[in-house]
């Protein structure tokens, strides 16, 4: 039998928790909207920013604005130069 690693332990454990194949949106996306701040794991459970505005309206939650400046961030990181490959970005002159 494999060893279960601590991150799919608690992973496991919110997805038994939370997850309602019924409900809308991916399991992770319902980990990352759970309610219950008292669990003992609530600060470590899976999250993602990847939530359908429909996943947000159906749990009656605020849909969050979207960052211009996060997404600027996020495209210009895409093209930065740290974002190259450290061989690519060595051979290059220019």
Known sequence: ????????????????????????????????????TECPLYEVRPTTESIPDSVYEYYGEEIPQKSIVRSKKALEGRFSEESRPKEARQGDTA
């Open 1 to 36: 039998m494999a060893k279960k690693s601590l991150r799919g332990a608690i992973n496991a454990h919110c997805k038994g928790c939370v997850y309602d194949s019924n409900a809308p949106g991916t399991w992770l996306a319902q980990v990352s909207l759970c309610p219950v």
